[in-house]
T-cell receptor
Framework: GNSVTQMEGPVTLSEEAFLTINCTYT??????LFWYVQYPGEGLQLLLK?????DKGSNKGFEATYRKETTSFHLEKGSVQVSDSAVYFC????????????FGTGTRLQVFP | EAQVTQNPRYLITVTGKKLTVTCSQN?????MSWYRQDPGLGLRQIYY???????DKGDVPEGYKVSRKEKRNFPLILESPSPNQTSLYFC??????????????FGQGTRLTVV
């Protein structure tokens, strides 16, 4: 079945450092890809998405490009802030007939001043 | 404000005592689902509903029940909770089932402990 693999955390960075969180997927067909973020004590919220190959999703300075050839959707940000500290989940849409999402295990990001 | 509301946020219960976690959304979404979040496993889908009176199993449905009598509500029922159901639970909704690319809106989560 479809699956998502994320890099293990936690990722610890200083403010203004460059961030990459790796995400690769296995899927049949052409799923949409998502990054969700979970701030402490809150539910998940959509950060960005891409619906087809070579699409780039972007939001709040974060970017990810849908790479079909490498089955990847890595999350990047050029300069992180303390307020970016959260858990980041990569996900794909599992079934075109429903909105079921398959999630990775999550990567905790900690940014220090 | 568009939101998904879960209650309670925290619950400690004993093995075998029936409980219900409520979920309500105010966005008139057709699709609703329940996930559980466990360390090292990410989120896994328990049950989902495409519309009123239409529900189906997700990946980990054992020990759970759901109902969808109204569009806005999708309660999760544990008839006889066991310690392996100790987890963080999220309800989610989205507007257009079948497109596979719509944003899912999540509740704030319910942390359940079964002793």
């Amino acid at each position: 079945g479809n699956s998502v693999t994320q890099m293990e955390g936690p990722v610890t960075l200083s403010e203004e450092a460059f961030l990459t969180i790796n995400c690769t997927y296995t899927a049949t067909g052409y799923p949409s890809l998502f990054w969700y973020v979970q701030y402490p004590g809150e539910g998940l919220q959509l950060l960005l998405k891409a619906t087809k190959a070579d699409d780039k999703g972007s939001n709040k300075g974060f970017e990810a490009t849908y790479r079909k050839e490498t089955t990847s959707f890595h999350l990047e940000k050029g300069s992180v802030q303390v307020s970016d500290s959260a858990v980041y989940f990569c996900a794909l849409s599992d079934d075109g007939n429903t909105d079921k999402l398959i999630f990775g295990t999550g990567t905790r990001l900690q940014v220090f001043p | 404000e568009a939101q998904v509301t879960q209650n309670p946020r925290y619950l400690i219960t004993v093995t075998g005592k029936k409980l219900t976690v409520t979920c309500s959304q105010n966005m008139n979404h057709e699709y609703m689902s329940w996930y559980r979040q466990d360390p090292g496993l990410g989120l896994r889908q328990i049950y989902y509903s495409m519309n009123v009176e239409v529900t189906d199993k997700g990946d980990v449905p054992e020990g759970y029940k759901v109902s969808r009598k109204e569009k806005r509500n999708f309660p999760l029922i544990l008839e006889s909770p066991s310690p392996n159901q100790t987890s963080l639970y999220f309800c989610a909704s989205s507007s257009t089932p079948g497109e596979g690319n719509t944003e899912a809106f999540f509740g704030q989560g319910t942390r359940l402990t079964v002793v």
